[in-house]
C-alpha cells in the first residue's frame, strides 16, 4: 500500500513557535497532499505538491518532498491557536487517494 | 458556491438496523469518494465513482455496505443490519475529473452515526 504515516502523531508547541510533522510512504506517486481537520468532521485541503516539485509554499505553510527518500514534511511557522487540528498527508498515485492516521497539533497560547 | 453537503449530520440506529447516508457533491465535480474514520483514527476509504464508470468498491469492509451515485451526482451509502463496530464518521469527499487523485477533494461536513 502506499499509505502515508504522519510523525509525531501528536504534537504540542507555543503559540508564535513552528510546527514540523513528516510523512512516509511506501510506493510511488504522483502527488502528495496535506490535509487539515477540526473537530473530527470535514478536511480542508492545504497544499498539494507533485512528484516533480521538492519545495512549495502557500502563506505560513511550506511543504517538501523527497521522493528518493518518499517522505514529505509540512512546516508551520508562527503557528496561531487556530492551527490546532489534525493534520493529515495523503498520497496519489494509481489508486484513489489514502490518507495516514494524521498528526494532533495543538497550539498553546 | 455551495460545497459538499452530507446528511444526516447524526444518526443513532440500533444494531441491525438498516441505514441511509446522503452526499452531494459539489457541481460538476465527476469524482466521488466516501471514507469512514472511527474515533481518533485516519480515513478508511470506502468506495469512489468517477463518472459513468464502474465504481471502485475495493474499500468497502463487507457486503452489508453498499453505494450508488444517481445521475451522476447525489450518493447515498447503505449499511445494512448495522453493527456497532459501523460507529463511525462518513466523509464524503468530491473532486473534479480524476479519482486518481490528481485533484485537491472538497470534504463535507461527514454523519455521525451511532449504532447502539
Known amino acids: 500500500s502506499q499509505q502515508g504515516e504522519e510523525d509525531p502523531q501528536a504534537l504540542s508547541i507555543q503559540e508564535g513557535e513552528n510546527a514540523t510533522m513528516n510523512c512516509s510512504y511506501k510506493t510511488s506517486i504522483n502527488n502528495l497532499q496535506w490535509y487539515r481537520q477540526n473537530s473530527g468532521r470535514g478536511l480542508v485541503h492545504l497544499i498539494l505538491?507533485?512528484?516533480?516539485?521538492r519545495e512549495k509554499h502557500s502563506g505560513r505553510l511550506r511543504v517538501t518532498l523527497d521522493t528518493s527518500k518518499k517522505s514529505s514534511s509540512l512546516l508551520i511557522t508562527a503557528s496561531r491557536a487556530a492551527d490546532t487540528a489534525s493534520y493529515f498527508c495523503?498520497?496519489?498515485?494509481?489508486?484513489?487517494?489514502?490518507f495516514g492516521k494524521g498528526t494532533r497539533l495543538s497550539v498553546i497560547a | 458556491g455551495a460545497g459538499v453537503s452530507q446528511s444526516p449530520s447524526n444518526k443513532v440506529t440500533e444494531k441491525g438496523k438498516d441505514v441511509e447516508l446522503r452526499c452531494d457533491p459539489i457541481?460538476?465535480?465527476?469524482?466521488l469518494y466516501w471514507y469512514r474514520q472511527s474515533l481518533g483514527q485516519g480515513l478508511e476509504f470506502l468506495i469512489y465513482?468517477?463518472?459513468?464508470?464502474?465504481?471502485?468498491k475495493s474499500g468497502l469492509p463487507s457486503d452489508r455496505f453498499s453505494a450508488e451515485r444517481t445521475g451522476g451526482s447525489v450518493s447515498t451509502l447503505t449499511i445494512q443490519r448495522t453493527q456497532q463496530e459501523d460507529s463511525a464518521v462518513y466523509l464524503c469527499?468530491?473532486?473534479?475529473?480524476?479519482?486518481?487523485?490528481?485533484?485537491?477533494?472538497?470534504f463535507g461536513p461527514g454523519t455521525r452515526l451511532t449504532v447502539t
Open positions: 465513482f468517477q463518472g459513468n464508470s464502474a465504481p471502485d
Open positions: 469527499a468530491s473532486s473534479l475529473n480524476s479519482g486518481q487523485g490528481f485533484y485537491e477533494q472538497y
Open positions: 495523503a498520497t496519489a498515485g494509481h489508486t484513489p487517494l489514502v
Open positions: 505538491i507533485r512528484s516533480n516539485e
Open positions: 457541481s460538476g465535480h465527476t469524482a
